[in-house]
């Protein structure tokens, strides 16, 4: 049972998104497919999945286990094939129990008319004991951790039995992108427990740590041509890393400065939001904050400071920033920006006006238009100083993509065709190229590449120095450390404690031990 293709060319308008990419994965073992955003992965991903189809005239071979073709049609093709998918977004319901979700997929078992619920059970606990998983089949999706989640999703794409003798390979497209780092090594394990079973497993990812624990082969692209493929033995995070950069920088018409050192004060200086005010009090002040799963937490970042937020999911980590951006209400509690007051009932809009802007957690619902256009994407918040200047809207968005290192350079391309970490660039800098006062990152690296994100790392601390104060939310201790001065851990609602870099308590263990103690 192995997976391979060759001759894999794909391409849309002015665009070569796969350029004669080839691929072995042997049964057994656990490839990894690595590089940065835009580089063809998601391309790839979608040619073996029947979503795109290769250029014919080049000659493209898709090997599934001795069947041949040229191209998979369509996605009901590719599952017929044997080809199975588990994509970041699990296809879980958290309203329903775990049961229920695996029914929706595979079928209920009736009694006549009627469900049979013991029969269900049954078979879901079948399922999950052949896959080793201790999960309560009644149990909510929502009450399932990150990593649970992710083994609930494998096993609704495998089956067992019939379903699973069917299964030629497994595709992971970033499915431990949403799992934190505390509870990878479970996945993990469940992972290679399936290719243990003779399961050809390719594994999309961004996670580095993660493939030199687990992978035994890695095929790296860049730009979207082939630039390495071989045994994991013996690679390191800075062979990867080079082998992913491009070997050029993007290149816009009309943009001749090849550094961006000072690339965001231009950008402003262009938009006409270059000045910015002396003030002797914080940007953010917050104090005695109450909400559903705040308990009067109270805090400040001064201009030109990158202060972290982390704590486990229930702690109120995942509620604070949609408070900050207006996007839920609070119950009590003072948000001050620069001095000044916010009201109670605070909006989206109240928020961006006072000088609060929010980077989401959720890209594809929140962050982005994926229907629209990039360039429609990013002058969106300040599309009424573009509407009657075409020009101007036409320096800003170049500069937008120089600056951000936004790839393919295609303000007209749509904005869902680009790769998750471009979408993330983008997202930032449409919120950055306003100068704001604060501005909440909630988990800004979610599944996006190392190169994309040590430029969102680059971008905000380029902005701190300017005087942007940032509060960033991470589940990924790591992260914060590279970018933050001080780390506030949250638990059950409050600020257990304070960890910063000038006395040496800022350290990853010391995060874990806070936010697990």
Request: glycine share 8%; hydrophobic share 40%; with cysteine.
């Amino acid at each position: 049972m192995s997976l391979s293709v060759k001759n894999i060319t794909v391409t849309f308008p002015g665009i070569v998104a796969l350029d004669q990419v080839c691929l072995t994965c042997e049964p057994k073992r656990i490839h990894a497919v690595l590089g940065a955003n835009g580089s063809g992965k998601s391309t790839l991903v979608k040619v073996l999945t029947g979503v795109y189809h290769p250029d014919c005239d080049k000659d493209p071979v898709i090997n599934i286990d001795g069947t041949i073709v040229k191209d998979i049609a369509t996605p009901n093709a590719a599952q017929t094939m044997g080809i199975r998918v588990v994509h970041q977004e699990t296809p879980l319901i958290n309203s329903l129990s775990v049961a229920e979700c695996v029914a929706l997929f595979k079928g209920y078992p009736m009694r006549g008319k009627l469900i049979n619920w013991k029969a269900l059970y049954e078979e879901v606990d079948a399922l999950f004991e052949s896959y080793g998983i201790e999960i309560n089949p009644r149990d909510l999706v929502g009450q399932l951790s990150a990593s649970d989640r992710g083994m609930v999703a494998i096993s609704i794409a495998l089956g067992k039995d019939k379903d699973l003798s069917e299964v030629k390979a497994l595709i992971l497209d970033e499915a431990d992108a949403s799992i934190p780092e505390a509870e990878a090594e479970k996945f993990l394990q469940h992972v290679r427990r399936v290719a243990n079973m003779g399961i050809p497993v390719i594994m999309v990812t961004h996670r580095l740590k993660e493939v030199k624990s687990i992978c035994d082969d890695v095929t790296i692209l860049n730009d979207g041509k082939l630039v390495f493929s071989g045994s994991m033995q013996g690679i390191d995070d800075s062979f990867i890393i080079s082998k992913m950069l491009r070997t050029e920088t993007v290149s816009v018409e009309g943009l001749n400065e090849p550094d961006r050192t000072d690339n965001l004060e231009r950008l402003w200086k262009t938009i006409g939001c270059n000045k910015s005010e002396e003030l002797s009090c914080p940007n953010l002040e917050v104090r005695d904050l109450v909400a559903r799963n705040i308990d009067g937490i109270s805090f400040t970042i001064d201009p030109g400071e990158v202060v972290g937020f982390i704590g486990v999911p229930d702690s109120g980590v995942n509620e604070l920033p949609r408070l900050l951006g207006g996007d839920i209400g609070r119950k009590a509690g003072q948000i001050k920006v620069s001095g000044r007051e916010l009201p109670m009932k605070l909006s989206p809009r109240k928020a961006i006006s006072a000088g609060i802007m929010l980077q989401p957690t959720d890209r594809f619902k929140q962050g982005g238009i994926m229907t629209s256009s990039l360039r429609d994407n990013v002058l969106l918040p300040n599309e009424k100083n573009f509407w009657h200047n075409k020009m101007l809207a036409k320096k800003t968005m170049d500069q937008t993509i120089e600056v951000f290192d936004l790839h393919p350079p295609a303000p007209q391309l749509s904005f869902g065709k680009f790769s998750g970490g471009n979408q993330q660039k983008a997202i930032v800098g449409k919120w950055l190229q306003l100068r704001p006062k604060v501005f909440v990152l909630d988990d800004p690296t979610y599944g996006v590449d190392p190169v994309a994100r040590g430029r969102i790392f680059s971008l905000v601390k380029e902005a701190s120095s300017k005087g942007i104060a940032f509060a960033v939310f991470s589940t990924e201790p790591e992260q914060l450390v590279s970018i933050c001065s001080r780390i506030l851990v949250l638990r059950q609602g409050k600020i257990v404690q304070e960890l910063k870099t000038e006395d040496g308590s800022l350290t990853r263990e010391s995060i874990a031990g806070w936010c697990y103690a």
